[in-house]
């Protein structure tokens, strides 16, 4: 959970209006199955290659970003994930389309709740809850910044 140094000053309403949706969809490639999550790990290369659910947990974010659409004060506050609580319930293979959905269902800022869902088709592969924090975007980055290496290569290069 974001410190409370960090916590934005957003009210609800229509800065974060209760309803809001937001979908994508995503075809799956090899780069998002199990063997690709880890691909140091020995337990996930022996695994079939279907869609991730850590990738599935992603593709869920961005359906919630998608929902938020362009905020007012983006060069002020962002969104960051607290929580997660997704049943994954069946696989995708790479080629097939995946249709992430995600609507606003409370804004209380700094918590932000989403229902949220992925289907194949008309098949449900993911379902649950995600909550963002509403953050001061400065603060954060800075934070972040503080944690970075020192000695760490540049990010372009």
Known sequence: MPGPD??????PGERYPVGAEGTLTFR???AKTVPSLYPESEE???FPHVFATGFVIGLLEWACMRALGERPHADTEMTVGAHVDVRH???AVPGQEV???ARLVVADPPSLIFKVRAYEGDRLLAEGTHERWVVSRPEFEAQAAQL?????PPADG
């Open 89 to 91: 319930l069946a696989p």
């Open 99 to 101: 249709m992430a959905w």
């Open 6 to 11: 960090m916590l934005a000053t957003a009210g």
């Open 148 to 152: 970075a290496p020192t000695d760490a």
């Open 44 to 46: 996930f290369q022996a």
């Open 28 to 30: 799956v490639t090899e």
